[in-house]
C-alpha cells in the first residue's frame, strides 16, 4: 500500500513539492489554469441551463399556470392589447425574486416559456430587474413543434454496468446525484434526480465504465388538477367558458328545458357547460370565474 | 567606478551646478552678504559634506533597487503560488505584464485605510515594534553588496563595512524582539501568543543557522560578504557544504518566517498572529519588510553559498546576483505553498534533533577541508 509506506522528513518534503511542481508545469508552462477570467471568457453552459426566461406570445394562451406554481410569487398576470394578438393576458418576471427553479417552465403546457443560458441580471436599479411580457416576448419558438422543447436529455443508468465507483456524484455541478445503496446488489449506485439535471453530460465524461448514456425525454412531471362539474348548480350563465384561456369549454344546449311562454312560443333551451379534458390546463379559472359553485377542483385555490 | 564614486561624481555635480548661484549671489550681493553666500559656496563643496549626501544617495539606491525587488517577489509569490494550485494569479491591474501592477494597487489600498490602535494596547509598544521590525530588515539591507562595484561604501575603495555578513545576522536576529513588543503590546491574545512562539521559534533555527555560516566563515577566512564573495570565485560553497546550504536554506525560511515555519503568523490557528491589530499602511509595512526579508535571505543564500556575483562575464554582476538571489526565493516560495505548517514542539524537535547535528556535522566538513588545506 502507497500509504503505508514510511516517509522520512525529506520525503514528507519533497514529495508534496513534487506535486505542485507538478502542477505549475501543466497550469504555467504547457497548457493554462483551469479558472475562467470571467467578464473576458465565460464557460460554455448546457443548453437547458436555467437562466433569463422568455416567453412565446403566440403559444402562450394566458392559463396562469406558472403564475400559480410560482414558489415565490416573483411572476404576475398583466393585461395587454396586442394589433396581432387581441386582448390578451401574459406573465411578467421579477428576477429579483426569481430563483430559477424551472417550475413555470415545466407546468406551462403550451410550453410558451423557456429558459436561456443567459445569466448577467444584475442591475443598480430594483425596477429594471422586473421584466414584463414585453420584454420577455420572443416569439421565435412559435414556429417549431411542440415536443422540440419538451424533449430534454437526461442520463440513463445502466446498473449491470455501473460499479459504484461515485464518480459521477463527484462531477456533477448541480449535485443532483446521490449514491444510494441497494440491497440486493450490495453495491451503492447512483441516483439521479432528474429536475435538477441540466444536462451538462460531465457525469457521461466522467463514467469510466460508460454505464451512463443520454437518453431523449418528453415526460411531465407534474398532474394536472381537473375541473368537477355540478350539474344541478349550474346556471349557464358562460362564465367559464369566457374565462376558458384553452377553449376547453363550450355551452351546450340541454334539450327538454325550453319552457312554454305565454305566447305560445318556446324559450330558449337551458345551457349547460361541456367540458373537452384532452384541452384542458388545469388552470383553474373557470372555478375562480363560477359564482354558483358549480366547478369544484381540489388543489386549486379560490 | 563603484557606487560610492558615482554618487560622489552626481552630488559633486550637482554642488557645482548650485554653487555657480552661490557664487554669482556672492559676486553681486554687497558686503557680508556676499561673504554669507561664498562662505555657503564653500561649505557645500567641502568634501565632508558632499560625501554624507554621497552616502544619503547610495543608500537611495540601494533602497530603490531593494523596493523593486520587493515588488517583484511578492509578484512572483503570488503568481507562482496561482498557478501552483491551478488558477490565474493577479491578471487585471496591469494585464500586459502579467498583473505587476496588483502590488501597488494593493499598496495604495493600504494607504487609504484607517489605522487604528486598539483602545487596551499599550502605546509605546505598539508604536515601537513595526519601527524596530522594519529599520532592522533595511539596516540588514545595508550590508549586503550586489556586486563588487554595488554596494554602500563610505570611501573610494569600495569596500562596505568590515564584518558586514557578522553584522547583517546581527541585525536579521532583531526581528523576533520586535514581534514579542508588538505582540505583547496590542493586548490581544493572538497576538501575544505569536509573539511568544516568535521567541521560541527563534531557540530552535538560530543556532544551527550561525554554525553553518560559521563554517563559511571558516572556509573563506572573512568576516565580509566581499571577502566571502571572492573567496568563491574558483568553487561555490554550496558544492563542498552541500549539507550546511540545505541546513542553511530550511534555517532561513524559519528566519524569514514564510510557510512551514509561520507559526507567529499562523492564520489558522492564530488570526493574523502578532500583525492581528495592525491595520492600513502599518500592516502594509510588515508585509513589505516580510517580503523584504524574504529578499534579504535570498541575498544572503546567494552571498553566502552560490557564488555571489560570480559568473559568465555577459551578464552585468548585480544582475547574477538577483538571478541567483531570486532562484532561492522560487525554491523557498515553493517549498512554502507545498508544505504544512509545523507544530511548535516539531519545529523544536526539527532545530534541535536534525539540524543541530547536521550543523555541526558541516562544521566539522568545513574545519577537515580547511585542515586539508584545499582551501
Known sequence: MAYKKRLGSFGFVLRPMRRTGGQVWQSLIVGKPNTVLYPYQKLNLPPTYRGKHTLDFKRCIGCSNCVQICPNDCMWMEKLEDPELGKIERPGIDMGRCMFC??????????????????????????RIKFGPKELRDDSYADR????RQKRQVPVLDLDKCTGCEKCAGECPEMCIAMMPIEAVGKAKPEITLPKCTACEKCIVACPEKALTMKDMYESYFEMPEPRFIVKNCTGCTACAKACPADAIYMMDMPGTEKALKDGKKSKPKKRAVFVFEKCVGCGKCFRACRFSAIEMPGVKK | MNLYTFSYGIIHWLVDLVNHLWYWLGHVLPWWFGDFFNAAGGLAASHGNIAVFAILLEVIIILIVAVINVLNFIWIDRKYMGRMFDFYGPYYVGYRIGGWLQNIADGIKLFVKEIITPAKADKLGFYIGPVIFISSSFLALSTIPLGRNFGISTNAS???VPASALIAFA????????????????????????????AAQMMSYEIPMLLTVASVFLLAGSFDFMGIVSAQRDIWFAIPLALGFVVFLVCLVAEVEIQPFDLPEAEAELVEGWTTEYSGMRFGFFMMSSYLRGYIGGAFATALFLGGWHGPSLIPEPIWFLIKAYIVFVVIEWMRWSNPRVRVDQLLNIGWKRLMPLAVLNLLIAASLKTMGWF
Do not use: Q
Open chain 1, 145 to 148: 413543434i411542440v415536443e422540440e
Open chain 1, 102 to 127: 424551472g417550475l413555470c417552465v415545466e407546468v406551462c403546457p403550451t410550453v410558451a416559456i423557456h429558459e436561456t443560458v443567459e445569466f448577467e441580471l444584475a442591475d443598480r436599479n430594483r425596477d
Open chain 2, 158 to 160: 569600495g569596500m562596505g
Open chain 2, 171 to 198: 541585525f536579521f536576529a532583531i526581528a523576533p524582539f520586535s514581534i514579542l513588543i508588538s505582540g505583547w503590546s496590542s493586548n490581544n491574545k493572538y497576538t501575544l501568543i505569536g509573539g511568544m512562539r516568535s
